[in-house]
């Protein structure tokens, strides 16, 4: 707490607050003196004359309370800098008047004692202003001493003034030393706060010491414990992010360790994995569906066996088997067209109702086979008429909804349209069907994301539409979101500019 009290907020312009710093740091000396002299005189109080022992003890007194406020004063930013200094300085000054009789400063016994009030001005005011204290002790000296024109009064002047020059010129120089140390630090600072990669220093004993800003970017300083936990190898792994790192041995200070978040390179080779994976399961058992009801129906061609219904039937999956593939195909360009930057997205006036009422009337069948319900609701206060890309947002719909008649089996799904302001309207697709695990609800809308291992998925589809719906949805300058409980259901919500 003491320390917290002593101690100068970073607020402070770097060299008013290395005044304040060094003012705290006398004024900290003088209360312990101060203190020390009671002590003292408390102890020797029977050995020396009453009279003075209170006198002592109530100047000493009298001292730390006036140090407490200056103190005080020296940590509030209303309190000009110089404030404290000038008080301490006259404090300085009341002090050596006091030491000798006018004749013996007049003898220059004191002189020595008058240095220390100029040196204390040089380091805690401008250096400027040793030479106004110099001034004025040289008139306290003219002023105390017998009106005469001995020498010693002008020896006593000019030797004050010599050494408020020769302050004054180290000053000086220290402090254009220090200016030009903190600039080179402010620089290399600014350097390393400006690298795009994290930088993280520790002691010889491995604590932390510092960050860069790109670092406190990627981890939060609370959870930086948990970094130096692990063994800075050659990857760290924390939470959902991957880190490379190089790490340096810096003599005398520790270690230097160079954080670079490799996040989106692992995420881009888990998908080209993930990629591989959907072609050779998604690609394959369509494709060789459709071939084989192909060449039953040449068979049975040849064989001048054809049943009507059943060359139908066959006809049908086959057809459904090649928009399976027609769809995937898409996926992936649209995809390819997203990571290249160039998918382009068109901004005209569509109906928005007919719109939906198309995504009904497309997935109507799937919803009957499953014995479905649906709903769909149209705030009165919704436009009938929006702006933006009637075919992206059909898309969008689709996949939303296609997605909660795949994972619903019992109950039906909802489709409510509102205004929820003049600027902006949302959709919700809600569903009753399996839910979706707290865990992997975060990453619902990453690419080739299913929570599902593709090899052993029940359910079709190669984690690609909702990556495209939530860019679709972006780009369109809209936001898309999911609430979900297992067993329950799920709820998208897409809200778009009206």
Same mark, same amino acid.
Do not use: C
């Given at each position: ?10 607020t ?6 290395? &005044?304040?710093?060094i ?29 003075h ?8 007194v009298f001292?730390?309370v ?12 209303r309190?000009?800098?110089?404030f404290?200094?000038i ?17 013996e400063?007049y003898?220059? &016994? ?5 240095v ?6 040089a ?13 004025v ?32 010129l180290?000053?000086t120089?220290?402090n ?5 140390a ?19 220093? +520790? ?5 932390f ?5 790109a ?7 609370e ?7 692990k ?6 792994q ?25 996040t ?10 993930a ?11 369509p494709?060789?569906?459709?071939m084989?009801? +192909? ?10 066996r ?10 049908? &999956? ?8 027609q769809?995937?195909v ?14 382009e ?7 928005? &109702? ?16 499953k014995?479905l ?12 008429e929006?702006i933006?890309?009637?075919?992206? +947002? ?48 975060p ?30 949805v ?10 979900s ?9 897409v809200v778009?500019?009206?």
């Amino acid at each position: 707490m003491l320390k917290t009290f002593f101690n100068i907020p970073d607020t402070f312009a770097p060299e008013d607050r290395r &005044r304040r710093l060094i003012v705290n740091a006398l004024l900290i000396v003088f209360m312990e003196v101060a203190l020390l002299g009671i002590i003292v005189t408390l102890l020797v109080r029977n050995l020396i004359d009453k009279t003075h022992a209170d006198l002592l003890i109530e100047v000493s007194v009298f001292s730390i309370v006036v140090m407490g406020i200056l103190l005080a004063a020296n940590r509030s930013p209303r309190v000009p800098g110089w404030f404290s200094g000038i008080f301490l300085i006259i404090f300085l000054i009341v002090v050596i008047t006091q030491v000798d009789s006018p004749q013996e400063l007049y003898d220059g &016994r004191s002189l020595i004692a008058w240095v220390l009030p100029i040196m204390v001005a040089a380091v805690i005011l401008p250096p400027e202003g040793v030479f106004i204290i110099a001034a004025v002790i040289s008139g306290l000296i003219q002023i105390f001493t017998p009106p005469s024109g001995d020498i010693v009064n002008y020896y006593a002047m000019f030797s004050l003034l010599v050494v408020a020059f020769i302050s004054w010129l180290g000053m000086t120089i220290a402090n254009r030393a220090i200016e030009d140390a903190r600039r080179e630090a402010a620089n290399k600072e600014a350097i390393l706060n400006n690298i795009a990669d994290g930088v993280l220093v +520790l002691d010889l004993q491995g604590n932390f010491l510092s960050a860069n800003t790109a670092l406190l970017k990627m981890i939060p300083e609370e959870d930086l414990p948990e970094i130096l936990s692990k063994p800075l190898g050659k990857t760290v792994q924390w939470k959902r992010k991957v880190f490379s790192v190089t790490a340096s041995e810096v003599p005398e200070i520790g270690t230097v360790a160079v954080l670079r978040d490799e996040t989106r390179r692992h995420e881009t080779e888990r998908a080209r994995d993930a990629l591989l994976a959907t072609a050779s399961h998604e690609l394959r058992t369509p494709l060789a569906a459709t071939m084989n009801y +192909l060449e039953l129906l040449l068979m049975l061609t040849k064989l001048k066996r054809v049943n009507t219904a059943e060359f139908s039937e066959h006809l049908t &999956r086959a057809i459904e088997n090649s928009k399976r593939l027609q769809r995937l195909v898409n996926d992936i360009l649209d995809q390819a067209q997203i990571q290249a930057g160039v998918l382009e997205l068109k901004n005209e006036p569509f109906d928005l &109702r007919a719109l939906l009422e198309k995504t009904r009337q497309l997935l109507e069948v799937l919803i009957k086979e499953k014995n479905l319900s649906y709903e769909l609701s149209i705030a009165p206060e919704v436009p009938s008429e929006i702006i933006g890309d009637a075919d992206r +947002l059909y898309q969008v719909l689709v996949n939303l909804i296609g997605n909660a008649i795949k994972f619903t089996n019992n109950g039906g799904i909802k489709v409510q349209v509102l205004a929820s302001s003049k600027e902006k309207l949302s959709i919700e697709v809600a569903d009753t069907g399996l839910g979706i695990p707290p865990e992997q609800l975060p990453d619902i809308f990453e690419t080739f994301r299913r929570g599902s291992n593709y090899a052993q998925r029940e359910r079709q589809g190669a984690g690609l539409g909702l990556s495209i719906a939530k860019e679709i949805v972006t780009r369109m300058g809209g936001e898309i979101s999911a609430v979900s409980e297992p067993g329950v259901g799920s709820t998208f919500t897409v809200v778009l500019p009206a």
